[in-house]
């Protein structure tokens, strides 16, 4: 696939080799843009075994948050319907980015408000443009968010408890010092960005070993999570050992 | 000990039968289920082979039923033919089986991994009854074992959703006893496999049938057959070598008589 776009959509979508870039905001409104392009684009990037994903910013907006109306043009201010499409949308939308089997990295530039936020969460790298404001409320609106407790508290545990109940906007060097973010680019975060996709991508396959490790055997209790280690050092050692006889 | 659609090898008493047909993702085809049948009655009566290890190959366990055989099949024929005595060896296998699961375990693939006794999964496996989505009901236990493992409510989820889980998921409903990276998931299968090795081999197959008993009789009557299982046990020279040498303070060396 390299060379060509993925797949058309609606939304700035391209393959740079065997990286994927989804820009998860409208260009119309700087929220979330339709969640079935970006399953879908989620489900291509996978079936083509992209080896790295970045999570972009267009026009200096990474996201906003929910859109605000929904399923032709329903409101969301409508509980019943907020809660419907939630379920059926955002849910199997941010499963697929937690389940997504090679490195995510959000690249943000603007505000990650509420779902924004629970989208840049789900990335195993993130970095941010000086413009880069964080927050757990949709300041605007109020859109929907889901998944906010659970990832603060299992991505950045030290900060969750005062994150959710401050509901402030957490411009990019506050955000750095709570863990929202690895680093505070001072140029052009597009290309830092490249940079990084370029250093795991050359990692290779332990990346992924790394990647389970980091969102799921943790769940684990520690003797569970130790011996998935050993096996995964049995794993390396034999790759490598199978590498040096060829 | 080898079909076309299922291989066998053994190594230090723990026996590996492997699907083998990864292009169907190891489809249970009758054929597949018969070569599963064969190589499970030979380890049977094998005295060298201790425990098994159940797994696929190409990547996946196994991808379920092979739909287009099956829609050849008649209400009767399907009644009446193998494939019933093929799950049936399955289920009664007396020694332990421990089914190694990387990729898909889906429709059949995943009431075979149900069926053995432990169920190591590869970090990216992916289990669940799909059969509802083209017509049909689970029919090799899939209906059953899901209400007794994860309880009744979680299991109408998956059965009557046709719904999928992934190993995680399905570590925390009980199903998985272990997760490991895919790439080592025979390895720590056989792993498993292998403590159940220094055991007497008389009592684990009645170990296991009390265990298996328990999910078919009431509590009291299971009870009663646990008490008889250990009666006929009494009488056994495993039993008067395991205790002489626990008194002794040496390691066993058991018979299966």
């Known amino acids: ?246 | 000990m080898s079909s076309e659609s299922v291989t066998t090898s053994v190594a230090d008493g723990v026996a590996t039968v492997k699907l083998s047909e990864p292009e169907s993702r190891n489809a249970l085809s009758g054929a597949m289920l018969a070569g599963l049948q064969a190589a499970l009655a030979e380890l049977h009566s094998d005295p060298s082979v201790g425990s098994v290890v159940l797994t696929g190959s190409g990547g996946h366990f196994a991808s379920g039923a092979n739909l287009r055989e099956l829609r050849e099949t008649s209400p009767g024929a399907y009644l009446t033919g193998p494939r019933g005595d093929a799950w049936a060896a399955v289920r009664d296998f007396p020694k332990p089986l421990v089914a190694a699961v990387a990729g898909f375990a889906l429709g059949g693939g995943c009431e075979l991994a149900l069926s053995c006794d432990v169920v190591i999964a590869g970090d990216r496996s992916v289990f669940g009854q799909p059969e509802v989505q083209v017509g049909l009901v689970p029919g090799a236990g899939g209906t059953q074992r899901w209400a007794r493992t994860c309880g009744p409510y979680e299991a109408a989820t998956i059965v009557l959703a046709g719904r999928t889980v992934s190993v995680w998921e399905g570590r925390r409903m009980g199903l998985v006893q272990r997760v490991v990276p895919e790439a080592c998931v025979v390895q720590a299968a056989e792993d498993v496999a292998r403590t159940f090795l220094s055991s007497a081999p008389l009592a684990v197959r009645h170990a296991k049938r009390a265990l298996r008993l328990s999910q078919e009789l009431p509590l009291g009557a299971a009870l009663e057959q646990e008490r008889t299982l250990l009666a006929t046990l009494l009488a056994s020279e495993d039993l008067q070598e395991g205790v002489s040498a626990f008194l002794e303070k040496r390691t066993p060396i058991f018979r299966g008589r």
């Open chain 1, 1 to 246: 696939m390299k060379g060509s776009d993925v797949v058309e959509h609606a939304f700035r979508r391209t393959a740079d080799g065997p990286v994927v870039t989804l820009t998860v905001a409208s260009a119309d409104t700087g929220r979330l843009g339709s969640t079935e392009e970006l399953i879908a684009g989620l489900k291509v990037a996978r079936r083509a075994e992209a080896s790295c994903l970045v999570l972009g910013s267009h026009d200096g907006v990474f996201c906003r948050g929910a859109p605000l109306s929904v399923d032709e043009g329903r409101s969301v201010s409508e509980g019943r319907v907020a809660g419907m499409w939630a379920r059926q949308h955002l849910v199997p939308l941010l499963q697929l980015l937690h389940e997504f089997p090679a490195p995510v990295v959000a690249a943000v530039e603007g505000p990650a408000y509420g779902l924004g936020l629970s989208l840049a969460l789900l990335a195993d790298v993130r970095i941010g443009g000086q413009s880069a404001r964080f927050s757990t409320a949709d300041p605007e609106a109020g859109g929907v968010a889901v998944g906010l407790p659970w990832l603060l508290a299992h991505r950045v545990p030290a900060s969750a408890g005062y994150m959710l109940m401050a509901g402030a906007v957490f411009e990019a060097g506050e955000a750095l010092r709570l863990g929202l973010l690895s680093e505070v680019v001072s140029g052009d975060v597009a290309e830092r960005a490249g940079a990084l996709v370029e250093t795991l991508v050359a990692a290779g396959p332990s990346v992924r070993t790394t990647l389970t490790s980091l969102r799921h055997v943790r769940s684990l209790p520690l003797e569970e999570a130790l011996l998935y280690d050993s096996y995964a050092a049995e794993g390396a050692v034999s790759a490598r050992q199978a590498a040096d006889s060829r």
